[in-house]
């Protein structure tokens, strides 16, 4: 088989005094995303779907939120360490789809910050990396603003 595909998903509570990181792009807002890392929703759902199209389990596994190692850590540099272990099994991304699911703050503002910077982060041409923002309209959890979530999928090719 010479290609490969994965979805990721991730939620995280909003919650005062910590700061917005979606798509490692800092967001000005009233509430942050409550984690072990800086809870970035969408790059960990990226490298949820980018371990599971090779099979490789979820990123707890490799950054344990009981590792007090991870606290605090920077979701981008996460990324860029899955990237690595794609990289060494001989496989690359042909490209990402993502929906981040919020009802605020509204993200369209930042979309093409966020691709740009999981673009360099993954050293991808910027549209081989879709992001997207909808709302749950007022429904559940996000629907409620007590949380964001994001979906993904990966697309990845095995190198010739």
Wanted: hydrophobic fraction near 45%; aromatic fraction near 4%.
């Amino acid at each position: 088989m010479t290609i490969r595909i994965g979805n990721g998903y991730d939620i995280h509570r909003l919650v005062a005094g910590r700061d917005l990181i979606l798509g490692g792009i800092k967001i000005d807002h009233e509430t942050g995303l409550l984690g072990h890392s800086d809870a970035d929703v969408l790059t960990h759902a990226i490298m949820d779907a980018m371990l599971g199209a090779l099979s490789l389990g979820d990123i707890g596994h490799y950054f344990p939120p009981t590792d007090p190692k991870w606290a605090g850590a920077n979701s981008v540099n996460l990324l860029e360490r899955v990237h690595h272990l794609i990289r060494d099994r001989g496989w690359q991304i042909i490209n990402i789809d993502s929906v981040v699911v919020a009802e605020r703050p509204k993200l369209k503002p930042h979309i093409e910050a966020m691709r740009s910077r999981l673009a360099q982060a993954l050293q991808l041409p910027a549209d081989r990396v879709g992001v997207k923002a909808t709302t749950n309209e007022k429904l559940d959890a996000v629907g409620n603003e007590a949380a964001i979530a994001a979906y993904a999928v990966v697309l990845l090719e095995l190198l010739p």
